[in-house]
């Protein structure tokens, strides 16, 4: 781990220390508003929580203790502290954006960027709501794969360390499993918010298109990628989405009647099939949504082959647009990125990359009668965790085509997409499902999630690393 940020982390202590690790980011926030519990109290126990735990899940590349208490003391000091919806909570922040007095690698070595001189507009607007920054989360070089991994560190799913927590925001999904922060920032080109959500027991909700600022990388990877964050409860999912997209936090409003759900479990990758827990999860939803009074139908979307094909092209040249503008010695790449970012600089050229009207249209169009649509999010258990930097361009294409083919489309169509636990689990592992909506139904989306978690409510930190389990 870097240095980073002065002396090093506090002892460890025994867990649920100062009785506030493992609260929601929405109780902390009311403690340190009425004056219960001091934000640098708050953000001291879970710098003492990270020291006891990230040595078995490695979720950080940078941890900012003496910068975070500082400003932990600026929030406690605040005149505005009473009606700061984040006040205190500490938070963890994706290794591609940017953090005022932080480097931004975008988990890759084969360049030295300088600190920035001040933060994105989405870390602004969590630091003006009082969140607390205590560190950079790890990421795949250049956000590029579905594995969290770089030479000499492996991050690992705090359920099963054997297993990662995906990617490509898998050191934020880890971080906030284990319980170090209750709310995470990360972003989403593929599925990189929604497949750690998933392998990790979280909650999670990849905006539409304009909702949040993006400004990730290039081009956001030809306006695939959006800003969001990782929770363990729809409450704060929804609190943390309101304050990256600049509006006043409020409980999702209900619907007006049942909403009329499609189903759908096929596979968009030829080949792919969902394994049995997989399916149990949907299923489990589906009598939930019944037994709610919403109406369910078995609808599959229409992703054409060009579609498709367009949404891989701008993945490709994403990596290659990235890559070009943080000035990288492409030579010293991982050889599969090196790979990765020569066929987007061919996809590039051709103008290949360009956003997909066709494909949202489309996409659009299925809720013309339906208001959300259920889907996986991947066919089976997360990948192990090991040095998939190691290994080429096509064993990695291939093994995150296998595991999660349910996502990109969303991205490449620019439509909301939410992900959930839910389900019987896999040996140990959490479970989840997908709902999507057309454009502007973040609401509902949020809503109809609250409605499952009432129903279907789900464990909120890994096992192993509950920081409410007490000492162990």
Request: proline share 10%; with cysteine; glycine share 12%.
């Amino acid at each position: 781990m870097d240095a980073g940020a002065g002396p090093a982390t506090p002892p460890p202590v025994a867990r649920g220390d100062a009785g506030v690790v493992g609260l929601t980011a929405t109780e902390l926030a009311a403690r340190v508003r009425s004056g219960g519990v001091s934000a640098v109290e708050v953000v001291r126990a879970h710098l003492r929580h990270l020291a006891a735990v990230e040595s078995r899940v490695g979720a950080f590349r940078v941890v900012r203790t003496d910068a975070a208490l500082a400003e932990a003391a600026a929030v406690d000091a605040s005149p505005r502290r009473s009606g700061l919806p984040l006040a205190g909570v500490p938070i963890a922040v994706k290794d591609n954006v940017a953090v005022a007095g932080e480097v931004a690698t975008d988990g890759s070595s084969a360049h030295a960027p300088l600190p920035a001189t001040a933060d994105h507009p989405v870390v602004a607007r969590l630091r003006a709501a009082g969140a607390v920054v205590v560190g950079i989360t790890r990421v795949p070089e250049l956000c590029v794969f579905a594995a969290t991994d770089a030479p000499g560190t492996v991050t690992r799913n705090p359920w099963d360390t054997a297993r990662s927590p995906a990617g490509s925001s898998g050191g934020s999904a880890a971080a906030v499993a284990a319980g170090v922060v209750p709310l995470a920032q990360g972003n989403d080109g593929m599925g990189s918010l929604r497949l750690p959500a998933a392998a990790c027991g979280l909650v999670t909700l990849k905006p539409g298109t304009g909702v949040v600022p993006a400004g990730i990388g290039a081009d956001s990877w030809s306006g695939m990628a959006e800003n969001g964050v990782l929770a363990t409860t729809v409450a704060d999912l929804a609190l943390g989405s309101a304050v990256l997209a600049g509006v006043s936090p409020e409980p999702p409003a209900p619907p007006v009647g049942p909403l009329r759900i499609a189903v759908s479990t096929r596979s968009p990758v030829p080949g792919v099939r969902l394994d049995p827990a997989g399916r149990a999860a949907v299923d489990a939803v589906v009598a939930e949504l019944r037994a709610a009074g919403h109406s369910v139908v078995h609808r599959d979307p229409v992703v054409t082959p060009a579609a498709a094909l367009g949404t891989v092209a701008r993945w490709l040249a994403g990596a290659d647009a990235d890559a070009e503008a943080l000035g990288l010695d492409r030579r010293s790449l991982e050889p599969r990125n090196r790979r990765h970012a020569a066929l987007g600089r061919w996809v590039r050229r051709g103008g290949f990359d360009r956003p997909q009207p066709a494909l949202r249209a489309r996409a659009t169009a299925f809720f013309d009668d339906v208001d959300v649509l259920v889907t996986p999010v991947t066919a089976g258990p997360p990948l192990p965790a090991r040095p998939w930097h190691e290994r080429g361009w096509l064993a990695n294409v291939g093994a995150n085509a296998r595991w999660a083919p349910w996502t990109a489309a969303w991205n490449g169509a620019g439509l909301p997409a939410l992900v959930l636990p839910a389900g019987p689990g896999r040996a140990g592992l959490p479970t989840a499902v997908q709902l999507v909506g057309p454009p502007g139904a973040e609401t509902r989306l949020l809503w109809l999630a609250g409605e499952l978690e009432r129903r279907l409510p789900w464990r909120r930190y890994a096992p192993v690393l509950d920081p409410r389990a007490g000492p162990g």
